[in-house]
Each structure stands twice: as structure tokens, then as C-alpha cells.
């Protein structure tokens, strides 16, 4: 059996930690970061109600924990620590060199088949070119 439990959360509180988290000042501030007139905000407050989409959206990087609980780390730690790549070594080399080599070739292949249709463009413009003289010539 599931049970789902449906809590109530105050939106006022969770736009508040937004405020916190990215050292706001003001609603205006907030409604700026979040790319929302300053109305609709104050909408959101006097209907407790919020876009869910929007905030998820713009506040990458937030705790889901204290975005909504006001517990815990404000950001997310990140977990895997970035690795300096160093771009001179020979296997980052390599790779470039055949991606390099890769995509040359598909350019060269794509230049031939746009020449070929260029012809063969101008091959039936020529043909048609013809014929409506001759069709010209014909009615004389």
C-alpha cells in the first residue's frame, strides 16, 4: 500500500530562503532572478501559490531540503569534485586529431555533393532554357 503524505508548505517562507540563499534584498530583486514581474510575485505571496517549473528552473543548485524545509546545506554540495584536463596531453591531442580528421572528410563529402546538385542544377536550367526556345520557335 502507498501512502502519500501531503504537507503544506508556506511559499512566502520558500520565497524567502530564495531571497536568503541568493543574498537579495529586495522582491523587486527576487522577481528580477526570477524573470517574473514584481505583480506576479506579489500574486504569488497573496494566493500562496508558486511555479513550481520556474523555481526548479532558476534556482539550480538550491537543496530541495532547504528550499522547501529550511534544513539542511543551502546549495547542493557537488559531489564530483572537476578534474583539471590538461588540453596538451596526447591522448586530448589525438582525439582532437581525429574528430578534426572526421568532420574534414564529411565537409569534404558534403562540398562534393553540393557541387554535384550545383550541376546538375544547371544542367536542367539549361535544358529547360532550351526547350522554351525551341517551344518559342516552334509557335513562330
Known sequence: MLLIMMISINK???????KLAYKLNSDVELAAMLDIPSTTLSSWKTRNSIDWDRIFTKCEGISFDYLIYGSGDIFVANEVEKETIDIDSPAIIKLVGVLVDKHHQQIIELSEKLNKAENEKS??????K???ENSG????
Request: no cysteine.
Open 12 to 18: 512566502r517562507d520558500v520565497l524567502h530562503r530564495i
Open 123 to 128: 544542367e536542367l536550367m539549361k535544358e529547360y
Open 130 to 132: 532550351d526547350k522554351s
Open 137 to 140: 520557335k516552334a509557335k513562330s
